[in-house]
């Protein structure tokens, strides 16, 4: 299994509070990947990052922000959580965006976290 | 409008009764296809990837193959642990994947 682990792999929060999601790697894998699970939507894209400080918005960024401060690190906030953002949220690690004969471009899952927001 | 569909959205198999689940896309320029397993409570689990239409790829009961318009899922002789939520995956350009919305596989004893 890829060396991912999500922190806290639960959480209740209020409406309007700030909330943090850690996910730690030890692949030393450049890109790192945020993405939410909900039925009827399946997985989308939140915020992604390629390197050290260096990161991009997805599919359904509003309402989130994300750091990557260490190679191993990839946070992302919740600035003023609504009901909408509860969720499974997933975090992602691939090696590189290098394809077909390199095959370097798989993602790998986190375990998730389980957010609820009354 | 939706990129990449599944179906069936749910399938309920005996034991040892083979059949397939499908993955159609309209992306236009294909950059990998990509399966993965997902059991209820954790992320999802890599299963394969395939590039090129006409690639097929096995892995214990399961073979993945691909056109230019689908990918197929072939579970021969599935057994109860095989029960799963099975994701598919497109890439296009950069490494942003857009996921489809899984088929619940059931397999009874």
């Known amino acids: 299994d890829a060396g991912i682990t999500q922190s806290p792999r639960h959480k209740v929060t209020e409406t309007g509070t700030p909330v943090t999601l850690r996910c730690h790697q030890t692949?030393?894998?450049?890109?790192m990947y945020w993405y939410r699970q909900d039925p009827g939507h399946g997985l989308r894209l939140i915020h992604y990052?390629?390197?050290?400080?260096?990161?991009d918005k997805g599919e359904v960024s509003d309402g989130y922000s994300v750091s990557r401060s260490k190679t191993e690190d990839f946070l992302l906030t919740l600035e003023s959580a609504t009901s909408s953002q509860t969720s499974v949220y997933f975090c992602?690690?691939?090696?590189?965006?290098?394809?077909?004969?390199?095959?370097?471009?798989?993602?790998?899952f986190g375990p998730g976290t389980r957010l609820t927001v009354l | 409008e939706d990129q990449v569909t599944q179906s069936p959205e749910a399938l309920r198999l005996q034991e040892g009764e083979s059949s397939s689940l499908n993955c159609s896309y309209t992306?236009?320029?294909?950059?990998?296809l990509f399966w993965y397993r997902q059991d209820p409570g954790k992320g999802p689990e890599f299963l394969f990837t395939?590039?090129?239409a006409g690639e097929e790829k096995e892995k214990e009961r399961l073979k993945a193959t691909l056109t230019k318009k689908e990918s197929f899922l072939h579970i021969t002789a599935p057994k109860p642990e095989d029960s799963a939520t099975y994701l598919c995956?497109?890439?296009?350009?950069?490494?942003?994947?857009?996921f489809g919305g899984g088929t619940r596989l059931m397999v009874k004893p």
């Open positions: 992602a690690i691939s090696e590189s965006i290098l394809g077909q004969g390199f095959g370097t471009d798989t993602q790998y």
């Open positions: 692949e030393n894998h450049r890109y």
């Open positions: 395939l590039y090129s």
């Open positions: 995956a497109v890439r296009e350009a950069g490494n942003m994947l857009t």
């Open positions: 990052s390629y390197g050290v400080k260096d990161t």
């Open positions: 992306v236009s320029g294909l950059r990998g």
